[in-house]
């Protein structure tokens, strides 16, 4: 996700959200399965132009990298209660087998980007001033 979070660091909300979205539609396209219109809405251009909102938190950019993926988390765990409920262990609760099925990657991949640009920011390559 650091290209996406890069992006709206440097060029702002607007595009941050543009470009996220365009990747989730690619996504998409390449993921290559269709099951749902509005899921598949919240699951890729949704969900990664989510990300974009990093854009706001310019000044404090690890704070705008858990923004970003809380809101991506929102998206996705939205979806998961709505379209995979089915796929919950029987007798777990659909909100919980979301919340741990998407928090099981959205975690780590927060802490890998927020890793990543503390550095890029250490060094001064996040914005473009």
């Given at each position: ?40 809405f919240l699951d890729y251009p949704l969900a990664f132009g989510l990300l ?78």
């Amino acid at each position: 996700m650091v290209p996406i979070l890069l992006l709206a660091f440097r060029w702002g909300l607007r595009v941050g959200v543009f470009g996220g979205a365009v990747f989730g539609l690619a996504k998409m396209v390449l993921d290559g399965w269709v099951y749902n219109p509005l899921g598949m809405f919240l699951d890729y251009p949704l969900a990664f132009g989510l990300l974009g909102i990093a854009a706001l938190f310019r000044e404090r950019p690890l704070l705008g990298v858990v923004a970003a993926l809380t809101a991506r988390f929102i998206s996705h765990f939205i979806s998961g209660v709505l379209f995979f409920w089915m796929y919950a262990p029987e007798g777990m609760s659909p909100i919980v087998y979301s919340a741990v099925y998407n928090g099981s990657y959205i975690l780590p991949e927060m802490a890998i980007s927020c890793l990543i640009l503390y550095l890029l920011d250490r060094r001064g390559l996040l914005t473009l001033s």
